[in-house]
Structures are given as C-alpha cells and as structure tokens.
C-alpha cells in the first residue's frame, strides 16, 4: 500500500457484520475506524438452509449504512474489500441476496472460501503474535476454522459448521438455564466433527509444547478472554496476548450455564449482544481445548479483517508475514507518534550498551528478552510527546498501554510501559498493573527504568554527544565512564542523579566520570 493509503474491510460473518478502515503512513499503519452491527445473518440457516427474510433486511439496512458511511468518508471501490463468511456462502438463496445487496449497496462482495477464510484467520494471527508452531483457531457464528502451523507457515486447515449461532440454535435454545444434558450433546457433537482432523489429535499425541500453542480469534475469544481477565482481577488494558486456561473456560461454562440466556450478560466482561451465543461458544471451545491436548488458548483482538488488511499491506511477501512482529510493533507505534528517531535510537543504543556491559560484569543475567524490554521502552519513551511535554511520560505510558504492542504478553507490556513512565523521575513501582506481576518483574522493571533513565540523561541535550560508555566494577562501585565528542558537563550532571535507583536495581553503587 502507498503512504496515506486507506482501506475499509467489510467483514459480512454469520453473527455480526463489520466494517473497519485501516490507514497506512510511510512506515506505520493504524485503524482508523469502526462500525459494528450484531445482525445475524445466519440466524435460522441451520434449520432451513435459507437466509430468512428478517436476517436479510436486517443485512441490507446494515450493509446501506457502510455504503453512505464510504462515500461520505470518499472511499472508493479501490479502497473497499468486502467478504461474507459461513452463513452467505452455504446457503441456498446466497446468490439472490448478494445480488439485492450488491445492486441496493453498490458494494463489492466477495464471498470467501472455507479456505481462504482460515487463511486470513492464520495471517492474523501469525501478524499479531509470536505463534510459530502451533494451531489457530476461528470461531465465528457460522463455523470454526482451524489451521495447523509450522515454522510460521499454514500446514493444513480444516473448517466445520459448528459456529456460535448454530450451535446455539441447535443445541441450547429458549432463554432458560442449560441443561446438562444438553451441554453432553453438544459436546459429543462436536467431538464428532472434530475426530476427522487427525493432525489436531497429534497436537496432544507427543508433540512439543510449542506446537501445543493454540491462538484464538472472532468475538467469542475476546469476550470469553475479557470474561476471565476480570475473574482473575486483572488489570483490563486489552485481551492481546491473554491466555485463557483450560481451568478458566471450565469455570466460565460452568457459571454461564447456570444461568438463563438473558442474564449471562451480568458476568463480567460478558457483552449483552453475545449473552445468548456466548455459552454455545465457551463449550466449542472447551473441547477443542481438549481435542487437541491443550493447556490453554491465547487471544489475539486481531481478526479476520486485519488478515484481509496485512494481504494488502504486505503485498510482494509470500506469504505477507511481519519479519518480526514484536519488533514491528514497536517500530510502528514509535514511527506513528513521530517520537525524534535520532534521540529515541541514541536512547536505544546507550541503553543496551549498558546493559550489556552490567551483564558482562556479572551484575545481572543478561536475559534477551529483557534485554528486548529495554529496547522496546527506549524506543517509547518519548511518544507521550505528542500530547505535550508536560507529564509525557506519563503519556508515553497511557499510550503504550492503549495502543497495545501485539507480540508482547501483557506482563511485558506492562514493564515497557511502566520503565517509560518512570523514565524521568520517581521509583518505579508497577502500580496498577500490579496484578500482572510475578517473581522477578519488579526487579526487571527496576533494571530496565534505570538503564532508559541513564541513557536518556546521557542524551539529555539529544546531540548525540556522549556516543557510548563504559562500566567498570571498583570496590563494589561501578563506574560508568563516558566516551562523548566534547565536554560532557549536563550528561555526567544528569546520571549522578539516579545512584540511589541504581543501587535499588543492581545492589552496587554509581560514579560518573568523563
């Protein structure tokens, strides 16, 4: 895609239909946009076989809405991608409604293959994680897609129809509580569909714990995810990278079932539009998680429509993957905020010079992915900028929290976002976040806020005077000597600041010196 070049995918799913605008700049892009409508598309389909006359108005009301909402925003045909899923591909008057929709809505409509649908839940998925060997899931109102990966590559994939709506209509109608022996049919049904997909079983059969990885997309996913992050009193910044346990999912079916349709909604984090479907959903999942041996699913908010999106914005690769998705992440929220890349980069360098050398030393372990923390906050710590000076770590640090870094697990997300704020001044401490922490964060938290905290003082006039350092351990103190390309007065005041954090963080004591 060119710089300034925008796209609106029309998601037309068996449950709700969407359409999301994606903006891509010179070297970021974003979502722009959103409208949502839970219309149902599918509702009935499992019984007649047939779009039914009120899902259709429905649609074409909806689909009426996009199409004034492109021309007003001056979305072109070019810039508009529009795909229908299960419910419009298996019917048997598809046909006919595509060709009221397409003339009512001049909209462009493809309608995709069970192929090419669990292609694009695979680039999602594989874009906005770090899943190499493993399994995606889809589960959307019409059916369940799943794609074995290996090596980053889609291996096999496999579709059923056993989506939220008709699993519900099927399987748990009325309003009343579930009954178990109705949840026992449902399940058998599904592990039924799912005995022919061999390679899922393998999934449980020996295979490492890598390829034991399953990442989940579609609304279910988010809103069961959602559901299990305020059980487990966790901070709510997202459900990127949240791992719902097998032992959650159990739990959430067994609360959910116990209450009508219409009050399932009154569980936390339960949306009101999927109260009746949510149920149905949370059991596909349940034996999935069990088909395949595994011990949890991971939530992307990735879906199929950034899938459609990544195809076009990353045109020429085959297939259209991120290099690298963590650090792509960084890379496009740090080149979005137009954070100074000169200084943020020269932050970055003297940052991990630092660490590197402290590791050298014996002070500390010098983890990679720690390491990769510190050069994520580096990178970040300045795009609270574009908001204003004044409290900009601050900033940096609500920006990273609502922006999100997909790759990252929340627990990483938080120490990024936590060493940004405390860039400047002040302990750090996790604070609200406090929830996500375990043995050993605080102390990471603590290296990784000093050593951005240093760097920055050290480029505290951003010239790039002081162009690395060097760390030696003298009776029990380290020196920290610079190399800089002048007099180095403001970044040797600035650093002898922050012994006492130094101290805190590497139980030695701080000297500057030119």
Known sequence: MKP????????????????????????WWKRTDEIYEPVRIGQGLARSGKLGQKPMQRALSTLDVFAH????????????????????RE???????LQRARERSGLPIRVLTREQEARYGY?????????????????????LQLVAVSARIARHSASWPVGTVRMSERFLPGRGRAKRKQLQELREHLAGELRGAPWLAAASAGSAAGARRLVGI???VRNLAAAAQRAAGLPSNGVQGMVITREAVDELVERLAALPAAE??????????????????????????????FEGLEATEAGLREGVFFERLLKGREPPLFEDVRRASVLNLAAFYQADPAHTRHVAALALGMFDELARLGLHRGDPRERELLWAASMLHDIGMSVDYDDHHKHSRYLILSAGLPGFTPIEVAIIAQAARYHRK??????????????????RLDRCAVLLRLAEDLE????????????????????????????????RWAASREAELFNRAFARGLSVAA
Do not use: C
């Not at 019917?91 to 409604?97: G, L, S, T």
């Not at 339960?270 to 088909?291: E, H, M, N, T, Y």
């Open 4 to 27: 300034n070049q925008r796209l609106a995918v029309i998601d037309l799913g068996s449950n709700s239909f969407r359409m999301v605008v994606f903006l891509a700049g010179a070297s």
């Open 69 to 88: 909402f492109a021309a007003a925003s001056g979305l072109g045909s070019d810039a508009l991608d529009a795909v229908a899923t299960s419910a419009i």
């Open 91 to 97: 019917a048997a008057n598809a046909q006919a409604f």
């Open 123 to 143: 680039l999602a998925a594989v874009n906005s994680t770090t899943l190499s060997d493993g399994y995606v899931l889809d589960l959307g109102g019409g059916s």
């Open 218 to 220: 579609g609304g279910t």
């Open 264 to 293: 399932r909604a009154s569980v936390p984090g339960i949306k009101p539009a999927r109260a009746d479907l949510i149920l149905a959903g949370a059991v596909v999942i349940q034996v999935v998680l069990d088909a395949g041996g």
């Open 426 to 443: 002040g302990l750090p401490e996790p604070g609200p976040l406090g929830a996500l922490f375990g043995e050993g964060d605080a102390e």
């Open 460 to 491: 505290r006039s951003r010239d790039q005077l002081v162009r690395r350092t060097s760390l030696s351990l003298n009776d029990g103190e380290v020196e920290l000597r610079l190399i800089a390309d002048g007099e180095s007065i403001v970044p």
